[in-house]
């Protein structure tokens, strides 16, 4: 069974460009969470995505977004980079979101680096 | 305001040497307290799943613990692969899918 798979792994980009991330959960998996891990802060929610809803929000500018389409797969968009958006994107799918178990499978990650 | 605290920030243990990492959490209603392990340059991998005070879980050399106010995760003669960045998480009081993470403990087990 393919786990959840993460595009690109690594990236660089500089101050105000902007960047696509996307995931693929594992097949049959309808939630889709994203989270920003970075030394500083740790592990932050960004956003919970079922069935191409948004259910859940962190507490993240409107600089970040995300989408889900009906294949479940998954995408997040930072505009306007900043310095500190500096981290590791990581996606987690789960059958039915965290709510049950808290068995979320999380994939590598993207690491971004803005210059 | 929900809060999740981990102890120590890193533990280095010989190879035998058990030892407890902490996790102390404040919530609005606890509905699960989980348990990942992390290691360096991969996404975390859920190990347990803790809903009430007295409930423990075991895996391998890993037994988690939950009272009222905090978990423990014990390691009993640990190996080295056992290293690795350990995390906690309480779901949010009424954000059911968004988890609220620890810091992490950082295990290092020399042989």
């Keep these: ?115 | 305001e929900d809060q999740v605290t981990q102890s120590p920030e890193a533990l280095r243990l010989q190879e035998g040497e058990s030892s407890s990492l902490n996790c102390s959490y404040t919530v609005s209603g606890l509905r699960g307290l989980f348990w990942y392990r992390q290691d360096p340059g991969k996404g975390p991998e859920f190990l347990f799943t803790l809903y009430s005070a007295g409930e423990e879980k075991e895996k391998e050399r890993l037994k988690a613990t939950l009272t009222k106010k905090e978990s423990f995760l014990h390691i009993t003669a640990p190996k080295p692969e056992d290293s690795a960045t350990y995390l906690c998480a309480v779901p949010h009081y009424n954000q059911g899918g968004k988890l609220i993470f620890g810091q992490g403990t950082e295990l290092s087990v020399k042989p």
């Excluded at chain 1, 981290?87 to 808290?102: K, N, V």
Aim: with cysteine.
């Design chain 1, 1 to 115: 069974k393919a786990g959840v798979t993460q595009t690109p792994r690594y990236l660089i980009k500089t101050r105000g460009q902007q960047v696509t991330l996307s995931c693929s959960p594992i097949s049959g998996h309808r939630s889709v969470s994203w989270y920003q891990q970075t030394p500083g802060q740790g592990l932050q929610f960004l956003f919970e995505y079922f069935s191409e809803t948004q259910r859940n929000k962190g507490n993240f500018p409107g600089r970040f977004s995300g989408r889900q389409f009906s294949n479940s797969r998954s995408e997040m968009n930072v505009s306007t980079l900043e310095l500190g958006d500096s981290a590791l994107y990581l996606c987690a799918s789960s059958l039915a979101g965290q709510g049950g178990t808290g068995e979320l499978f999380f994939g590598e990650g993207s690491r971004l680096t803005v210059l």
